[in-house]
């Protein structure tokens, strides 16, 4: 299984950082979802602007913890490479 840590950015031009295992059904859950986190939820609509792989939950978790830490800068220029 895949794990995949992502970078929305959100009507009001914010960013959210989060990870799943279906990116798809995130990004929809997001959109339209009840289920979807509550900072989203009311930023709505969201778009998908990065995102990585990996194998195991540890590293995609330890990953989006590292992403978060980023200033927007600094995950905006992320998002360019």
Request: aromatic fraction near 10%.
């Amino acid at each position: 299984m895949l794990y995949t840590v992502y970078i929305v950015r959100c009507k009001d031009k914010t960013l959210y950082t989060g990870y799943t295992n279906n990116l798809e059904k995130r990004i929809h859950d997001h959109n339209f979802s009840k289920t979807a986190a509550k900072y989203t939820r009311s930023r709505r609509p969201v778009k998908l602007i990065y995102s990585e792989n990996f194998r195991t939950l540890s590293r995609a978790l330890k990953r989006e913890v590292a992403i978060k830490k980023l200033s927007r800068t600094q995950k905006l220029s992320l998002v360019k490479k």
